[in-house]
């Protein structure tokens, strides 16, 4: 058992056996910081501006609403070095938690937004997917849309969707997905969830709505609304840039 994977083991013990006891941060390069209050309240109870630094930040403004609301099942949601933030209503969550329960993660803290971080750990980290390949699983093209492609690209997603039938997430939604280097913003396949990517200088950004965007960057030099299952990957830069 390598690092990572003993990381993940005490992680899903402490959520599963231990009474009232929660693991919400596990990375080396990746801090989870969670709490009850304004965004600016909980950014000062953390010190986030004095004893932090980031080249990237994912957030999110409330308790989940399809799945019971708590402030611990509140996203971000963490794993190691990822750290997940989503919109929307995961259909699929049972399938996907049980399938993903096979290879010995708990889904214990009761949030669709935990069933779509081991989703994604257990494709990046065991099975080595790409990220352009986890999005084909996870946010898979119909079989009529396969159809249409080239030989190709027909080959691969139709491997990945029989290789990985139970991992498709299913319902509205919009992801971001915070890794070492960069972050990754993916949309449902049917787009049923606003999904809004915009780039200023060295900046990138990625929200549910424009306005969420203008606030910080009010003037902007690209700004877009990318396809549904269509993933945006933005990575560093040699310097710290995205």
Known sequence: MDEEQYVVKCVNKINAEIKG????????NMGIFK?????????????????????????????????PGWW??????????????HN????????????IEMFGYKCSLQTD?????????YLIRVKKLTLPEIAKVISASFWSTIEEKSEDERRQEIFLRKAFPSLLINGPFSIIFGFTGGIMALNDRLKLRSMVCAEKG?????????????????????????????????????????
């Open 202 to 242: 060295d900046l990138a950004f990625v929200s549910s709505e424009e306005c969420g965007i203008r606030v910080i960057a009010p003037e902007l030099d690209k700004i877009y609304s990318p396809a549904g299952g269509q993933p945006v990957i933005y990575t560093l830069k040699e310097g710290g840039a995205l």
């Open 113 to 121: 937004t935990e069933v779509i971080t081991y989703v994604i750990d």
């Open 88 to 99: 929307g209503e995961i259909s699929s969550y049972d399938a996907n938690r049980r399938y």
């Open 72 to 85: 611990g099942g509140a996203h971000p949601f963490g794993l190691l070095d990822y750290s997940v933030v």
């Open 35 to 67: 709490g009850v209050g304004f965004p600016e309240d909980i950014g000062r109870f953390y010190l986030l501006d004095e004893e932090y630094e980031g080249y990237a930040w994912t957030s999110h403004g409330r308790y989940p609403t399809n799945t």
């Open 21 to 28: 006891a929660f693991a919400f941060s596990s990375g080396k």
